[in-house]
């Protein structure tokens, strides 16, 4: 595995980190070019945009895209901090993303690898590289934390009064 997938990941934990406090699921992504210099960066914005498609993944590649002037990464690498759903795992194989690494797995949507894997589908025209578990754990209690203080909040909202938080696990 390539140690600056490491250093990458760090830098979309922070990125995400930004993201949950804005009220955003905390998912960040990066489009790395083939000589590893980040050409597109994204968070999620499905909140602040009320935009359906306001994935980390599509905004990284959307930038990504603008500055080269083209849609094709073939020889491209996309790291983010959970794993893509099938909307962006099929945009993915759409962009022809070369690589994919992501931090922590996704068992209930995740669409490289956990509940179905668009990468290796007959289907798809583009076959791409998956790398997942870089930084698992600590994508995963970033994502954990956020919606344990999400479901906190909302219990709050709910019965007009502070509620003691849940421990954690």
Not at 47 to 73: I, N
Not at 77 to 86: F, G, N, Q, S
């Amino acid at each position: 595995m390539d140690n600056s997938y490491g250093f990458w990941m760090e830098r979309l934990l922070r990125l995400a980190a930004q993201a949950g406090q804005r009220g955003e699921v905390p998912v960040a992504a990066v489009v790395l070019d083939p000589k590893g210099l980040a050409i597109g960066w994204g968070c999620n914005r499905r909140e602040a945009s009320q935009d359906p498609l306001g994935h980390g993944e599509l905004q990284a590649l959307a930038q990504a895209a603008r500055l080269r002037q083209d849609w094709r990464f073939n020889q491209h690498t996309l790291l983010v901090t959970l794993e893509p759903c099938p909307m962006c795992a099929g945009a993915l194989v759409q962009a022809r993303m070369g690589r994919v690494v992501y931090g922590a797995s996704d068992p209930k949507r995740g669409a490289l690898g956990s509940c179905l894997d668009l990468s290796l589908s007959p289907t798809a025209h583009h076959q791409m590289e998956v790398i997942a578990g870089v930084k698992e754990e600590a994508c995963r209690l970033q994502l954990q934390e956020w919606f344990q203080q999400k479901r906190f909040k909302q219990q709050q909202q709910r019965c007009g009064k502070p509620a003691t938080p849940a421990p954690a696990d």
